[in-house]
């Protein structure tokens, strides 16, 4: 079946600019999670939604970064007044709720922030 | 603050020799540790995991080893091939905390 989608893959935004960034999980997979990965480093969490449960939402870095999802499918991540720290590949994951060990991800968005 | 590390942060290896990464961690309440593998311009994927009970697990080609004792974890791959070259992480997961923790990664590159 389909993988984990993610659009747009890049996106060039302006610093201060507000950017949406989607995610389309794989069907069935009530587990969904956002990691942003900074050039040649690893990847940090940030938001984790599972099924109707409220988000953890302890790794996002400031309150200029935001996510949401509808029901069991679509998420956005919306970053605001965009800075050039922001810049990174912004990749999606999901998995069946309890394995969240094997996630499944896309493959990310790069976003440059100029 | 807890961490998941790497002790090199790139491997070249012979093609059909066995690669050896290396991956330390500093939590030891950790309930998995996972490797995953990164090609480049692509989202990681699941290599295999092992529970903190365990000691050995092996897949397909792939042994993973966990030394409780000194907080190491390896990942071996058996006679390397062209598509391991690779950005490879470990991880560390909890039951019920379905987030993961990734460690920094090491680049493997395998001389034809």
């Known amino acids: 079946g389909a993988g984990v989608s993610q659009s747009p893959s890049n996106k060039v935004t302006e610093k201060g600019k507000d950017v949406e960034l989607r995610c389309d999980p794989i069907?069935?997979?009530?587990?969904l999670y956002w990691y942003r990965q900074r050039l040649g480093q690893g990847l940090e969490f940030l938001i984790y939604f599972q099924g109707n449960s409220a988000p953890d939402k302890s790794g996002l870095p400031s309150d200029r970064f935001s996510a949401e999802r509808t029901g069991e499918s679509v998420s956005t991540l919306t970053i605001q007044r965009t800075q050039q720290e922001d810049s990174a590949v912004y990749l999606c994951?999901?998995?069946?709720?309890?394995?969240?060990?094997?996630?499944?991800f896309g493959p990310g968005t790069r976003l440059t922030v100029t | 603050g807890e961490s998941v590390g790497l002790h090199l942060p790139t491997l070249s290896v012979q093609e059909g020799d066995n690669s050896i990464i290396n991956c330390a961690y500093s939590?030891?309440?950790?309930?998995?540790f996972i490797w995953y593998k990164q090609e480049s311009g692509k989202g990681p994927q699941f290599i295999i995991d092992i529970r903190s009970n365990m000691d050995k697990r092996q897949g397909q080609r792939v042994t993973v080893l966990l030394n409780k004792t000194v907080k190491h974890l390896s990942l071996q791959i058996a006679a390397t091939q062209p598509g391991d070259s690779a950005v490879y992480f470990c991880a560390e997961a909890y039951f019920g905390n379905e987030k993961l923790t990734f460690g920094t990664g090491t680049r493997l590159t395998i001389i034809p």
């Open positions: 939590n030891s309440a950790s309930d998995y």
């Open positions: 069907s069935g997979h009530t587990a």
């Open positions: 994951a999901s998995s069946f709720v309890g394995q969240g060990r094997e996630q499944y």
